[in-house]
């Protein structure tokens, strides 16, 4: 069992940054496969970004793609979302998602086992 901490969230205006940071309970986070997916009203949930738990380069959603870096601290079990360059349409909740050694950097929500509160993320024009 592991436990999620969301924090970072808030508002920006258009152009700004946030770094979103997510915190797990437990004393095995190097084994977890990370990640970031977004909700917004009358949206279905969908994928942002993935680190595994081997490490190696993130998987990133199109649209936020040299935007958003994806990073992981081990030793703090904690995993980052550095947000720049950010837009109105990036206005969500962010959940942050865990799954004990699980291939790759799926952006399937269904194989993430372990989610957080979410953390509300609004930008303004």
């Known amino acids: 069992q592991v436990q999620l901490v969301e924090s970072g969230g808030g508002l920006v205006q258009a152009g700004g940054s946030l770094r979103l940071s997510c915190t797990a309970s437990g004393r095995t986070f190097s084994g977890y496969t990370m990640g970031w997916f977004r909700q917004s009203p009358g949206k279905e949930r969908e994928f942002v970004s993935a680190?595994?738990?081997?490490?190696?380069?993130?998987n990133y959603q199109d649209s936020v793609k040299g935007r958003f870096t994806m990073s992981r601290d081990n030793a703090k079990n904690t995993v980052y979302l550095q947000m720049n360059s950010l837009k109105p349409e990036d206005t969500a909740v962010y959940y942050c998602a865990a799954h004990f050694r699980l291939a790759g950097t799926p952006s399937q929500d269904y194989l993430y086992r372990y989610w957080g509160q979410g953390t509300q993320v609004t930008v303004s024009s």
């Open positions: 680190i595994s738990w081997t490490g190696g380069t993130p």
